[in-house]
């Protein structure tokens, strides 16, 4: 079983920045980054393997998806943060190729979360 554990949320101002981390217990083919609003599905933010970055067109510019050589961490770095980036923050990981990085339903194996918080 996978295992994944997201870290880095928090509260910011409107323009701010924050980074957020996943560790990940074993190597993942694909790993992506995903939130949930209030009242809302969720939605795929970043995803990443080994050919493909993929960006949901909301933060296209502002937010980065990295993944060190060791494969076993992931970022996501968040700039200008606007409150609509308000939202629980999940990564997923799954061992195969995946036809989209940013279908939340093509992941196997989820973090629990972290909350990211903007106020205007």
């Known amino acids: 079983q996978v295992q994944l554990v997201e870290s880095g949320g928090g509260s910011v101002q409107a323009g701010g920045s924050l980074r957020l981390s996943c560790t990940v217990s074993?190597?993942?083919?694909?790993m992506g980054w995903f939130r949930q609003a209030p009242g809302k599905g969720r939605e795929g933010v970043a995803g990443i393997d080994s050919t493909r970055i993929t960006y949901a067109d909301s933060v296209k510019g502002r937010f980065t998806i990295s993944r060190p050589n060791d494969k076993k961490t992931l970022y996501l770095q968040m700039n200008s943060l606007n409150p609509e980036d308000t939202a629980m923050y999940y990564c997923?990981?799954?061992?195969?190729?995946?036809?989209?990085?940013?279908?939340?339903?093509?992941?196997?194996?989820w973090g629990q979360g972290t909350q990211v918080t903007v106020s205007s």
């Open positions: 074993e190597y993942t083919y694909t």
């Open positions: 997923a990981a799954d061992r195969r190729l995946l036809s989209s990085l940013l279908a939340p339903s093509n992941y196997n194996y």
